[in-house]
């Protein structure tokens, strides 16, 4: 599994590889390797948009010199969709059924757990 992280430009679906960090004080841009965490005030860039980036005049870029390359999968990656995949899976408690409504078929339940979702299968 790779990093969901993705560029930040308007409408770039690309992987980012990249992370762009303003110093303001210095009046410099740095683009460097892709950080390990999504920070407050940094950008995510996809190698088009790191390579190509620019600065507003009386600013400088400070760039990383080599191969800006997508981070490798981990474990915590690995292990967060494993724990998804095994809560969504868990069956839902039913409910007591009320037997007076026993001749009009009921719609299948739909579960939601996070950002995933469970549809039983219909019979």
Not at 23 to 45: I, K, M, Q, R
Not at 65 to 81: C, I, S, Y
Not at 107 to 114: E, H, M
């Amino acid at each position: 599994m790779r990093s969901s992280r993705r560029c930040s430009r308007n409408g770039c679906p690309r992987q980012a590889v990249a992370t762009l960090t303003y110093v303001y004080n210095e009046s410099t841009a740095v683009v460097g390797p892709l950080a390990a965490f999504a920070e407050p005030h940094t950008y995510d860039l996809c190698e088009p948009h790191a390579r190509n980036l620019t600065a507003p005049r009386g600013w400088d870029v400070v760039r990383h010199e080599g191969e800006f390359e997508p981070p490798p999968p981990t474990t915590d990656d690995l292990v967060a969709l494993a724990e998804a995949v095994r809560e969504a899976a868990r069956p839902a408690p039913r409910p007591p059924q009320d037997h007076s409504n026993q001749d009009q078929p009921q719609a299948p339940q739909t579960g939601r757990r996070g950002h995933l979702r469970v549809i039983p299968p219909t019979h």
